[in-house]
């Protein structure tokens, strides 16, 4: 870092969290007319304000913020003495400089979580891609007799279940019969029967992102490599597709049309016959992930599957991303399954015949109207979750989705991943951007579930307010 004093040019050496001082607390766009002294008053000011900075926090030394900010040390100087003659900050000898409390600020009390040994109660978990209250469901049935069901058991799933589906899925769009339906326990399941059974180890994938935690954990065990799809404000671009497939000469690719985070939408219909044509003119496989169309398809009748365009696409959804994260029941349909997927399929894990049972009948019970009213909920919650973020965490920029339950922040930081281990600590999870990548990226993201009811979100917001305040302590106790 360079800082100008008395005109001469000064080399100081800065740590490298300086930059989450540049970039966090003077990084915003300010008044371009005042002067550089006034300017840094006003972001300090301001970084209280939004309670990026808070009580007690101690300021970088005035020659290294100097350097940080290439300005020369008087101007620090000289807003260090205004902020002290606010009140704002405290000088004290021989030890630094620090934020002063204000007595009248009404800011919530923050909970130091520094131990391993501190218990911050009950955990609330906004890293899950689907609901962990059933209160929601439709009313049905939950009774189960073994006796009525024990003669239909199959390696391909319960029949029963098995029809529910194929009816649910030709409601959607996808004519589908009972016997094209093999039941899994998840998503990920699928995605290991079609990577083993292609033998995809050999050859790289084409994964569209983000991907659910578990389904890129799958990618990054099976495949030799997988390039990453990142979608554009229209969601899965079909130039892209094509070109990732023509340098790649994947065996496998997976795409969803519906949630597309962090920074797409859900993918314009105009859109579907180029990626379908995409994946015709190519050897892989393509599995399209379905798990949240019934809740887009009625608030967009346009809204059909990329398979009943194309019987290339392997179909799959997880119930438990509508139902509930209990459900324990994943699905595939293909217009005709191959060999080496159905014996790959009889291999793997099937759910419980009352967990089968439940779902056949939840599904039958999820009239359009169900499902219309809880997309509406979840985005009654989204748009909660947003204004709250937005009101308590301001320096969070937050992504609105068009689709799903939940809402992607991009942090101020280098690694979001660092803040998401100290929000654990403070008793609020969330998923981390780079957990459903495979090639690193997403670093700065976070991905909070809207799914949960507002008082819980209220208090998953005040701890994660409580969160960002040791963690921007820690980071500024760094330089």
């Given at each position: 870092m360079v800082a100008e004093e008395d005109g001469q040019c000064h080399f100081y050496q800065v740590d490298q969290d300086a930059a989450w001082w540049t970039t966090l607390v003077f990084g915003a766009d300010g008044d371009t007319d005042l002067p550089r002294y006034l300017q840094i008053v006003a972001d300090i000011e301001h970084a209280i304000e939004t309670r990026t900075l808070t009580h007690g926090q101690r300021l970088p030394a005035e020659r290294t913020l100097a350097a940080a900010l290439c300005v020369s040390r008087g101007t620090v100087v000289r807003a260090f003495e205004i902020l002290a003659e606010r009140g704002t900050i405290e000088r004290i000898h021989g030890s630094g400089t620090f934020v002063r409390s204000n007595p009248f600020a009404a800011l919530p009390h923050v909970r130091h979580i520094d131990s391993a040994a501190d218990d911050p109660g009950d955990v609330i978990d906004l890293s899950q891609a689907a609901p962990s209250d059933p209160s929601h469901l439709p009313d049905i049935d939950w009774g189960f007799d073994p006796v009525d069901h024990s003669p239909g058991i199959t390696g391909r799933g319960l029949p029963m279940l098995q029809e529910a589906l194929a009816v649910h899925l030709t409601r959607l769009g996808l004519p589908t019969t009972a016997d094209q339906i093999i039941v899994t326990?998840?998503?990920?399941?699928?995605?290991?029967?079609?990577?083993?059974?292609?033998?995809?180890?050999?050859?790289p994938a084409v994964l569209g992102t983000p991907a659910w935690p578990a389904l890129r954990s799958v990618f990054s065990e099976h495949t030799a490599a997988s390039l990453c799809l990142y979608p554009d404000a229209g969601g899965v671009d079909p130039a892209a597709l094509r070109r990732a497939l023509r340098r790649t000469a994947a065996s496998v690719v997976l795409v969803d049309t519906v949630e597309a985070g962090p920074v797409g939408r859900a993918t314009a219909t105009s859109r579907f016959p180029r990626i379908a044509a995409a994946i015709e003119d190519h050897t892989a496989v393509a599995l399209e992930d379905l798990s949240f169309l019934a809740c887009e398809a009625v608030h967009n009748p346009q809204f059909r599957p990329l398979s009943a365009l194309s019987e290339r696409f392997t179909a799959m959804g997880d119930l438990g991303r509508v139902f509930w994260s209990g459900c324990g029941v994943g699905w595939l349909r293909e217009a005709a399954p191959a060999e080496s997927l159905l014996g790959a399929?009889?291999?793997?894990?099937?759910?419980?015949?009352?967990?089968?049972?439940?779902?056949?009948?939840?599904?039958?019970?999820?009239?359009?109207?169900?499902?219309?009213?809880?997309?509406?909920?979840l985005s009654e919650h989204v748009r909660y979750l947003i204004r709250r973020l937005g009101e308590v965490l301001p320096s969070w920029k937050i992504e609105s989705p068009t689709a799903g339950d939940g809402v992607w922040v991009r942090l101020p930081v280098?690694?979001?991943?660092?803040?998401?281990?100290?929000?654990?600590?403070?008793?609020?999870?969330?998923?981390?951007?780079?957990?459903?990548?495979t090639d690193g990226g997403l670093r700065e993201y976070i991905r909070i579930s809207a799914a949960a009811d507002k008082p819980t979100l209220e208090l998953a917001v005040d701890r994660l307010a409580e969160a960002w305040a040791i963690y921007t302590r820690r980071l500024a106790a760094s330089v």
């Open positions: 326990t998840s998503t990920a399941d699928v995605v290991d029967v079609v990577l083993r059974s292609n033998r995809a180890g050999k050859r399929a009889l291999r793997i894990p099937r759910p419980a015949a009352s967990a089968q049972v439940h779902a056949a009948r939840l599904l039958v019970a999820a009239t359009p109207q169900w499902f219309a009213e809880r997309r509406e909920h280098i690694d979001a991943s660092t803040f998401a281990h100290v929000a654990a600590r403070s008793g609020i999870t969330v998923c981390s951007g780079q957990g459903c990548v």
